[in-house]
């Protein structure tokens, strides 16, 4: 996987407020997240718009996400491909030692599946999903008690959220924005939260520990209609 050596990163206080760039206002239009999309990852093939999605109300609208299954043998596989394309796009580093451990969630696959089959089983989903900023401030722990307890939304993984950053690369322009975990995946056997943060100029990936909140850290999720 193409890779940058890793760069000095900078430390900044964990108590800011962090919040998105003025450059992202809301997700692009569908058509033209897929052609992004497809540009990006050219083992991505498909159409969209034949069974759209439904924008919902805590939702920043809708984003354009394959299932990985149709077009990898692992969710670790389309992972990779996933970072291999954000590093083509941008200054990107892959702080976690081995994609093997990454492993999503139970709720996050019983919740693409549903969308799934909502949308006729297509191979390339428009999911209602926000960004991190509703969730600013609240750990995985927190997180995982409030969506297991009947609620409709469910935490995106590295691969959802990889995608989402393909067709939106205006969402981390600079230091000190809104950090983006993934509560849809766990790292490791300790059960570790991967997280984007930009910092130096150069996005990594990298882990936090489950329980741990702050306020330049918003939860990336998604919805169900």
Same mark, same amino acid.
């Given at each position: 996987?193409?890779? +940058? #050596?890793?760069?000095?990163?900078?430390?900044?206080?964990?108590? /800011? !407020?962090?919040?998105?760039?003025?450059?992202? *206002?809301?997700?692009?239009?569908?058509?033209?997240?897929?052609?992004?999309?497809?540009?990006?990852?050219?083992?991505?093939?498909?159409?969209?718009?034949?069974?759209?999605?439904?924008?919902?109300?805590?939702?920043?609208?809708?984003?354009?996400?394959?299932?990985?299954?149709?077009?990898?043998?692992?969710?670790?596989?389309?992972?990779?491909?996933?970072?291999?394309?954000?590093?083509?796009?941008?200054?990107?580093?892959?702080?976690?030692?081995?994609?093997?451990?990454?492993?999503?969630?139970?709720?996050?696959?019983?919740?693409? +599946? #549903?969308?799934?089959?909502?949308?006729?089983?297509?191979?390339? /989903? !428009?999911?209602?999903?926000?960004?991190?900023? *509703?969730?600013?401030?609240?750990?995985?722990?927190?997180?995982?008690?409030?969506?297991?307890?009947?609620?409709?939304?469910?935490?995106?993984?590295?691969?959802?959220?990889?995608?989402?950053?393909?067709?939106?690369?205006?969402?981390?322009?600079?230091?000190?924005?809104?950090?983006?975990?993934?509560?849809?995946?766990?790292?490791?056997?300790?059960?570790?939260?991967?997280?984007?943060?930009?910092?130096?100029?150069?996005?990594?990936?990298?882990?936090?520990?489950?329980?741990?909140?702050?306020?330049?850290?918003?939860?990336?999720?998604?919805?169900?209609?």
């Amino acid at each position: 996987m193409t890779t +940058l #050596s890793a760069p000095e990163e900078t430390q900044f206080s964990t108590d /800011l !407020e962090s919040s998105y760039p003025v450059e992202y *206002s809301h997700p692009a239009r569908r058509a033209a997240q897929a052609a992004m999309l497809f540009d990006a990852i050219p083992e991505i093939t498909d159409s969209v718009g034949t069974f759209p999605g439904m924008v919902t109300k805590d939702s920043e609208g809708l984003f354009v996400i394959p299932r990985y299954q149709f077009f990898w043998e692992s969710y670790q596989l389309a992972v990779e491909r996933a970072l291999t394309a954000l590093a083509r796009q941008r200054r990107f580093f892959n702080c976690c030692e081995s994609l093997h451990d990454l492993q999503p969630t139970v709720g996050k696959s019983h919740a693409l +599946l #549903s969308i799934a089959g909502q949308q006729n089983l297509r191979s390339i /989903l !428009e999911v209602p999903a926000q960004f991190g900023i *509703s969730w600013r401030g609240s750990s995985v722990a927190e997180f995982d008690r409030i969506a297991g307890s009947g609620s409709y939304t469910f935490g995106l993984g590295v691969f959802e959220v990889a995608c989402m950053l393909l067709t939106h690369p205006e969402r981390f322009t600079g230091n000190y924005q809104l950090s983006l975990a993934c509560p849809g995946d766990r790292y490791g056997k300790a059960g570790l939260i991967p997280c984007f943060r930009q910092n130096a100029g150069v996005l990594r990936l990298g882990v936090l520990p489950i329980d741990i909140a702050s306020n330049d850290t918003g939860l990336a999720t998604g919805y169900l209609s």
